[in-house]
């Protein structure tokens, strides 16, 4: 059974950087996809980005486009989430969710999600 769990929230200036990072374990590294979302209370959850093994199998919302970049660590079993040039609207709750083998289409929304980490604010002052 996989299990995903977060860390590197906190509070940072608009303008800043943070890394956010997704421990894996409980399945084989290379065939788990990892989503990251986020969401504010009172609003919808956002699927913000997600990559698997496979080249090119990538997906960054419009929303964090050029600013977020995510990424896999072999040597740590994780999936990183670099974000750059932060704004008050990336405050967020973020958390990342594991599928298998590839990261699934918007259309089938979260209905491959194995696993759910429990989440880490991001917070962005001005």
């Known amino acids: 059974e996989v299990h995903v769990v977060e860390s590197g929230g906190g509070l940072v200036q608009a303008g800043g950087s943070l890394t956010l990072s997704c421990l894996v374990s409980?399945?084989?590294?290379?065939?788990?996809?990892i989503n990251w979302f986020r969401q504010v209370p009172g609003k919808e959850r956002e699927r913000i980005s997600c990559m698997s093994r496979t080249p090119g199998d990538m997906f960054y919302a419009d929303s964090v486009q050029g600013r977020f970049t995510i990424s896999r660590v072999d040597a740590k079993n994780t999936v990183d989430l670099q974000m750059n040039g932060l704004r008050d609207e990336d405050t967020a709750v973020y958390t990342c969710a594991a599928e298998k083998y590839y990261c699934s289409g918007l259309d089938i929304g979260v209905r491959r999600i194995d696993s759910w980490g429990k989440g880490t604010l991001v917070a962005v002052s001005s």
């Open positions: 409980g399945f084989s590294f290379d065939d788990i996809a």
